[in-house]
Structure formats: structure tokens, C-alpha cells
């Protein structure tokens, strides 16, 4: 047997090592629940889908049929029960905008945008109406403050946005808007948006006209023209 040097020996042994090591890792798969870097992309037609046992949907985006067989790119999340709480999506045809719809659990839009004109179609926000004969609002003979009108608002706002308008016999007269009981601002007129003291969402909000004479004002008539919560 002719001589092998120890160090072509040991050489091949190292070989024999590394090659085992890249056997073993090219049998390793990666994690199928992870995407540690890039990107998933699902393209041509396809969807992602988080599908429950019993067949529900509960959230589908990427190609979605339409109702006249044509599909388009969307998204809809679904409750439980499969009824749907939220989609991106026209559900006619793949040409109109994309309508972003929230339905409660009865199935009913409780909001809507208006892809036409833009803003909201739903909710319906009610606009008050107001007299605009000053001699029908309430009136007050008084030196010292009185309420006129109050409003009680369960707001969803930290802020709300105030018109009032005050019309008097003789000059003076002033006006004050309380809120929650404290004093929002003072003058001729308010036509400006206030903080709610203490904001907490959901909770009911009182609000307050309150006028008094000053000068020679004999009377003081006033009125809410509009009041209504802003962001």
C-alpha cells in the first residue's frame, strides 16, 4: 500500500464533512409561515384567502367575481356567519369605482362613499332647519345671563362646530356659549369650531346659548343656526 501523506488524509475527511453538511441543508425546507424579507406577490387572477373549517371566507383580496361574471381586484372581510362587515369592491362589473362599504350585522350600509361626487353616501346627516324672523327666537329682558337654548349632543367628536346669532332692540347685547357648563366663548355671534372639555368619546355633551343686555339694548333675541361635531 503506498504511503498517503496524514494531511491529504485529514484533507478528505474535512471534504467528506462539508459535503454531508450541504446534503443536509439542501434537504431542509424553509418555514411555510413566515416571510422574513421581500416581497408576496399574487398575481393573474389569484387570491389570498383566510378560509375557517366550516367554509367561510373572512378576509378575501385579489381577483373577486362580480355578479355578471366579470371579476375584479378587491377586498371583503366577512363575520362568522359569512355576512359581509367590510369590502373594498364594486361586486357589478370591473369598469365602476370601487365602493368602500361598512354593513352592520343586519346586512344594512351604515356607511358609504359617494364615488360620483365624492364625500359620503351614507349615513344621511340630518341639516336642522331655523327660523330666520330674529322677533321668533328666544328673547331675554334680562341684565344678568339667561339660557335661551340648549342642545344635548351625544357627540363622537372632540370638537364641535357652532353658529349662533343674536339680534336685539336699542345697541348691545351679548352672547355666551357654554359647554358642559363652561364657557366657550363670548360676543356678538359665534361662527367657529370649540373644544369639548374632558372629550370622552360617546359621552353626551351639553350645550348652551345663553344672552344678556348690555348698553342700551332693551332686548336680546338669539339662536343655534347650526350645531354639529367636527374632527
Known amino acids: 500500500m503506498p504511503h498517503i501523506p ?9 471534504l467528506e464533512r462539508q459535503v454531508k453538511q450541504l446534503a443536509g441543508r439542501a434537504n431542509i425546507r424553509p418555514a411555510l409561515n413566515q416571510v422574513l424579507s421581500g416581497d408576496v406577490v399574487i398575481g393573474e387572477g ?35 356567519d359569512g355576512s359581509i362587515a367590510l369590502s373594498i369592491w364594486n361586486g357589478q362589473d370591473a369598469v365602476n369605482p370601487q365602493v368602500i362599504r361598512i354593513k352592520d350585522a343586519k346586512g344594512n350600509e351604515i356607511l358609504a362613499e359617494n364615488i360620483e361626487q365624492g364625500g359620503l353616501h351614507r349615513p344621511h346627516l340630518a341639516q336642522p332647519w331655523f327660523d330666520v324672523q330674529p322677533v321668533r327666537w328666544p328673547k331675554t329682558e334680562s341684565w344678568s345671563w339667561e339660557t335661551l337654548q340648549e342642545a344635548h349632543i351625544e357627540t363622537e367628536h372632540g370638537k364641535l362646530r357652532v353658529f349662533a346669532q343674536k339680534a336685539t332692540v336699542g345697541n348691545g347685547g351679548e352672547l355666551r356659549l357654554l359647554i ?5 366663548a363670548k360676543g356678538d355671534g359665534f361662527d367657529d369650531t370649540y373644544t369639548v372639555p374632558n372629550f370622552t368619546y360617546g359621552q353626551l355633551v351639553a350645550v348652551q346659548l345663553q344672552a344678556r343686555r348690555t348698553d342700551a339694548a332693551e332686548a336680546v333675541w338669539a339662536t343655534f343656526s347650526r350645531v354639529h361635531g367636527v374632527g
Open 6 to 14: 496524514q494531511d491529504v488524509l485529514d484533507r478528505i475527511a474535512s
Open 180 to 184: 358642559n357648563d363652561q364657557e366657550a
Open 46 to 80: 389569484g387570491q389570498l384567502m383566510v378560509r375557517a373549517e366550516g367554509g367561510v371566507e373572512h378576509f378575501k383580496v385579489g381577483d373577486i367575481p362580480s355578479y355578471y361574471d366579470d371579476t375584479e381586484f378587491g377586498t371583503i372581510l366577512r363575520r362568522r
